[in-house]
Nanobody, 124 residues
Framework: QVQLVESGGGLVQAGGSLRLSCAASGRDFNLFGIGWFRQAPGKEREFVAS????????YYADAVKGRFTISRDNAKNTAYLQMNSLKSEDTAVYYC?????????????????WGQGTQVTVSS
């Protein structure tokens, strides 16, 4: 079991940067793959980025490739999403999720643990 808490969201101008954190409590964080997802008003939750449980592989949605970077620090039980060159279309609630032994390619339905989300608003 793992509990997740996101932080780092906020209001930023287009072209700016934010770093989201996903702090995990519970055992064996190093055994969990982590995914970041987002949901804009009136839209379905969508995949943003993921990192597998070993930390050796990452995967990104085309919309964020080259702008966002996912990473993890197992010593701190924390995963991160560095977001650069933000656009207004990146505005959404961002969620982190965890799944034991997840590869970076797992789909949204395979993530068993979710945080409460953090709002990211990009003004144009």
């Amino acid at each position: 079991q793992v509990q997740l808490v996101e932080s780092g969201g906020g209001l930023v101008q287009a072209g700016g940067s934010l770093r989201l954190s996903c702090a995990a409590s519970g055992r064996d964080f190093n055994l969990f793959g982590i995914g970041w997802f987002r949901q804009a008003p009136g839209k379905e939750r969508e995949f943003v980025a993921s990192i597998n449980w070993t930390g050796g592989s990452t995967y990104y949605a085309d919309a964020v490739k080259g702008r966002f970077t996912i990473s993890r620090d197992n010593a701190k039980n924390t995963a991160y999403l560095q977001m650069n060159s933000l656009k207004s279309e990146d505005t959404a609630v961002y969620y982190c999720a965890a799944a034991k032994f997840a590869s970076e390619r797992w789909g949204i339905t395979r993530y068993a643990y979710w945080g409460q989300g953090t709002q990211v608003t990009v003004s144009s």
